[in-house]
């Protein structure tokens, strides 16, 4: 599916990434379910992610941590304030440590737990998707805040492109079982 250019778009591929994703996570088989991930013999798997998370609660939590940056960043159009996406102290290049924070966090969390979680801040997600215009999300620079960017972007990274990413991990996983 090419990057959403419009709302519409943008809205489809949310919510077909995530019924894919959902889908994938209620047809695992009993061993897909039991065994950790490990993707450590496969050379082109190098990025820190393939190495951090160990199952699918790992997985579901980074996604509902990553939404819940995007939704209280996008509380800076109804205060007018101008906080970064990124929690303090991390910037794009620093990301991938406050990554680990996430993980770290989320490891007393259920599988069972992390799944209503995530789902419950997709919900939320594109409900506040749907408070914006086509306007407002994909013109750059219509929010000062944004950087330069489009607030589209930053919806595109944390549903759609973001549940591809998981889908792509759950299959190497699933893979890795047969």
Known sequence: MPRPRNKEDLMIAASSNYEKLVTLIENRTEKEKNICYDFSTEEKKKE???KRDKNLRDVLMHLYE?????LEWIKNRENGSSKPFLVEGYNWKTYGAMN???YNRCQ???????????????R?????LDTFSQEELF??????WVGGSCIGSYF???TSS?????????KAHQKNCR
């Open 124 to 128: 939320k997600v594109m409900e506040a």
């Open 162 to 170: 973001h549940y591809d990413w998981a889908i792509k991990k759950m």
């Open 100 to 102: 680990l924070v996430f």
């Open 48 to 50: 820190a992610h393939w």
């Open 139 to 144: 013109t750059k620079t219509y929010y000062p």
């Open 66 to 70: 990553w939404h819940l940056l995007l």
């Open 156 to 158: 595109i990274s944390t």
């Open 108 to 122: 007393n969390v259920s599988e069972e737990e992390a799944l209503q979680k995530f789902k419950e801040s997709h």
